[in-house]
């Protein structure tokens, strides 16, 4: 019995009867004649005549050494040759294939399925096994189908993930940021407060951009920039100082011990994280003071916390003195 182990590799050439006992009587050349017109309307294919590969065969009936023509893919043996006939093929039954020349008397079952996160890449049929890929969004490691990743904030993707590799990330490189956690964004420049013909507020760092403002100062009495852009910008101003995350900490500690309600010292977390909570707080703190309050409010709370170089620097920075 010829089993499914006898499937055979890609032929470009016939193969070589096996057999040590093969003998090429007259007749076989005439079988392999009829086999090849078989195969021919079989395959429906024309032309090149001749240089199909078959296999040796022991005839049941006079156990002589036959040269028999291999099926074509997509089919399987349904009778070996003999003297008076040549190979028959049949086309597979559905989801069953055979995908290269062969002398299987079943073709193989498709056999592959699509796991978890996975989708399917080529579709059963008579000459394909089934075969899947990772679905959007999840690229191939080992056997199983992974996310992603997202570039953290303050990194932007170089390269988007495919079907066989991860999200690739850098560390955005000066004058760009990623304010988000993402797999698909890239890094994007700061915007340039000059060109917006406003000032710069706050630097762009990796982790979030360039913030304008038309506010010069508060203590200017030009017409132009109202009380709710300097306030805006006194917010950011203090949110976003370049000062280190346990600076940072403390001074949401500050913000947070001083409203309606307490808080425990915050569990430590990013920088962003705490940024953003700091721009909560702020803005709930400047409609609680009526502006511009705020800024005068935020300086003594400061001073009496010891956050001295912070206070300095918003004086520098709106021009601002107590003692006006
Ligand atoms: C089977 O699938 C393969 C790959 O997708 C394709 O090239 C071939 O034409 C298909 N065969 C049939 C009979 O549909
Ligand atoms: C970051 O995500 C927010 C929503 O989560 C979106 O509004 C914003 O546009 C994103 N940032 C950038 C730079 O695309
Ligand atoms: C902003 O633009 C101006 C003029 O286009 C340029 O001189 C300046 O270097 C830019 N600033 C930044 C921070 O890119
Ligand atoms: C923030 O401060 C550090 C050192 O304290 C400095 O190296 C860095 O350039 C500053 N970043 C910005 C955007 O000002």
């Not at 988000?180 to 700061?190: A, D, G, I, M």
């Amino acid at each position: 019995m010829i089993q499914g182990a006898f499937l055979l590799p890609e032929f470009d050439h016939p193969s070589q009867p096996r057999a040590m006992n093969f003998k090429a009587p007259q007749h076989t050349a005439v079988s392999s004649l009829r086999t090849v017109c078989t195969l021919l309307l079989l395959a429906g294919i024309s032309g090149a005549a001749g240089n199909f590969p078959t296999y040796s065969w022991r005839d049941a009936e006079t156990q002589e050494w036959l040269l028999c023509q291999q099926c074509p893919p997509g089919t399987f043996v349904k009778h070996h040759c003999n003297l008076r006939s040549p190979t028959i093929c049949q086309p597979c039954p559905s989801l069953h294939y055979t995908q290269y020349w062969n002398y299987l008397e079943k073709c193989r079952y498709c056999n592959v399925f699509c796991g978890e996160h996975e989708e399917e890449a080529q579709a059963c049929n008579a000459t394909h096994n089934r075969a899947c890929r990772c679905q959007l969004g999840y690229y191939a490691h080992g056997d199983f189908c992974i996310e992603h990743s997202a570039c953290p904030p303050g990194s932007g993707v170089v390269t988007l993930g495919t079907p066989n590799q991860n999200t690739q990330c850098q560390p955005c490189p000066k004058g760009t940021f990623s304010s988000n956690s993402s797999s698909t964004e890239r890094c994007q420049p700061h915007r340039n407060c000059t060109t917006l013909d406003m000032f710069l507020n706050v630097p762009g760092t990796s982790f979030h951009d360039a913030l304008c403002t038309r506010c010069a100062s508060f203590s200017s009495s030009t017409p132009e920039p109202d009380d709710k852009e300097c306030e805006q910008a006194l917010i950011d101003f203090v949110a976003f100082q370049n000062i280190s995350l346990k600076k940072l900490m403390r001074l949401q500690q500050v913000l947070e011990s001083t409203g309606s309600w307490q808080r425990e010292w915050p569990e430590p977390e990013s920088r962003a994280a705490v940024q953003k909570k700091l721009l909560l707080r702020l803005t709930e703190l400047s409609e609680i003071q009526e502006s511009p309050a705020l800024l005068p409010w935020l300086l003594s709370t400061f001073q009496k916390a010891k956050l001295t170089t912070l206070e300095r620097n918003i004086r520098k920075r709106f021009s601002f003195d107590l003692n006006d």
